[in-house]
């Protein structure tokens, strides 16, 4: 393990420098190995499951025998094609991904900036916690009606009101992250001087990446779902307009047609991009 040469002279870092790595609390590598062995069966079982879905989808709806019930998967495939030659389904989906991005990220932006200040200071979270507490076990629906009454029927309401749902969840989890964070680091930090930056960035920041992660997994399938409730009551696009529109005709394949396009595409960004990165901001931990 070698140290920057900033503290090289400092006769705590020649005992780390001279500190044998494999001492450092790591795991053996037969046991890093198994579970690394073990993602590529993970991955093998994924697509497995899937197809039974599929079958099990396609069984039942073969057993009900009515479209208007429960349509069968190559219904849906050809509803589909034929709403994406229109043009109508990558639209609707665009602009509510596009609302979802807007709303997650105030929400993780918000949630995380407040959410770490209230775990270092028990005072600020005294503050804090019953606005969070309120917010929190407020009825959705109510924080969409008052955003649409206060600020109109605009874009900026439906994003806030998303924003306002989903931001106490992402402070309760970064803060106490921000409790759990090691004082021995702390003590390191006012020991050699660190500046801010690099004690946001080398000691602060790899401690709360695990619970950042699990907040986004856990707020990005909730946003969405918060956006379509938005959208239904609200807005005259995106995917829950479209499904209140089937809904009023009774068009059941319509309404999983859009609902199960949307979860696809956020089963691909869950499975691309939040997996791995939650496996790596938690590797440490598995090596520790």
Same mark, same amino acid.
């Given at each position: 393990?070698?140290?920057?040469?900033?503290?090289?002279?400092?006769?705590?870092m020649?005992?780390?420098r001279?500190?044998?790595?494999?001492a450092?609390?790591?795991?053996?590598?037969?046991?890093?190995?198994?579970?690394?062995?073990a993602?590529p069966?993970?991955?093998?079982?994924?697509?497995?499951?899937?197809?039974?879905?599929?079958?099990?989808?396609w069984?039942?709806?073969h057993?009900?025998?009515?479209?208007?019930?429960?349509?069968?998967?190559?219904?849906l495939?050809a509803?589909?094609?034929?709403?994406?030659?229109?043009?109508?389904?990558?639209?609707?989906?665009g602009?509510?991904?596009?609302?979802?991005i807007?709303?997650?990220?105030i929400?993780?932006?918000?949630g995380?900036?407040?959410?770490?200040?209230a775990? $270092? #200071?028990?005072?600020l979270?005294a503050?804090?916690?019953?606005?969070? +507490?309120?917010? !929190?076990n407020? =009825?959705?629906? &109510?924080?969409?009606?008052?955003s649409?009454?206060w600020?109109?029927?605009n874009?900026?309401?439906?994003?806030?009101?998303?924003?306002i749902a989903?931001?106490?969840?992402?402070?309760?989890?970064?803060?106490?992250?921000a409790?759990a964070?090691?004082?021995?680091l702390?003590?390191?930090?006012?020991?050699?001087?660190?500046p801010?930056?690099?004690?946001?960035?080398?000691?602060?920041v790899?401690?709360?990446?695990?619970?950042?992660?699990?907040a986004? $997994? #856990?707020g990005?399938?909730i946003?969405?779902?918060?956006?379509?409730? +938005?959208?239904? !009551?609200?807005? =005259?696009?995106? &995917?829950?307009?479209?499904?209140?529109l089937?809904?009023?005709s009774?068009?059941v394949?319509?309404?999983l047609t859009?609902?199960?396009s949307?979860?696809?595409?956020m089963l691909?960004?869950?499975?691309?991009?939040?997996?791995?990165?939650?496996r790596?901001a938690?590797?440490?931990r598995?090596?520790?």
């Amino acid at each position: 393990m070698r140290c920057p040469k900033a503290y090289s002279g400092h006769p705590m870092m020649d005992d780390v420098r001279h500190f044998p790595e494999h001492a450092v609390g790591s795991n053996p590598p037969d046991a890093f190995d198994t579970r690394r062995r073990a993602f590529p069966i993970a991955a093998a079982i994924r697509p497995l499951s899937l197809l039974s879905f599929a079958v099990a989808w396609w069984a039942a709806a073969h057993l009900a025998s009515n479209p208007q019930i429960l349509p069968a998967p190559d219904r849906l495939l050809a509803f589909a094609w034929q709403e994406l030659r229109g043009g109508a389904l990558p639209l609707n989906i665009g602009i509510t991904l596009a609302r979802v991005i807007a709303a997650f990220a105030i929400a993780m932006v918000v949630g995380s900036v407040v959410g770490y200040l209230a775990g $270092r #200071s028990p005072r600020l979270d005294a503050v804090i916690d019953p606005w969070m +507490v309120v917010t !929190l076990n407020l =009825p959705l629906l &109510v924080v969409v009606v008052l955003s649409y009454v206060w600020l109109g029927l605009n874009e900026g309401a439906a994003v806030l009101a998303v924003a306002i749902a989903k931001t106490p969840t992402v402070f309760i989890t970064i803060r106490e992250g921000a409790r759990a964070l090691d004082p021995a680091l702390k003590d390191l930090e006012t020991v050699y001087r660190l500046p801010l930056s690099r004690r946001l960035w080398w000691v602060t920041v790899p401690q709360l990446l695990p619970y950042i992660a699990a907040a986004s $997994r #856990s707020g990005l399938s909730i946003t969405w779902k918060i956006v379509l409730v +938005v959208e239904l !009551l609200g807005r =005259p696009n995106g &995917v829950g307009f479209v499904l209140n529109l089937y809904f009023q005709s009774f068009n059941v394949t319509g309404i999983l047609t859009y609902g199960l396009s949307f979860a696809a595409i956020m089963l691909v960004v869950e499975t691309t991009v939040l997996q791995p990165w939650e496996r790596r901001a938690n590797a440490w931990r598995r090596r520790a």
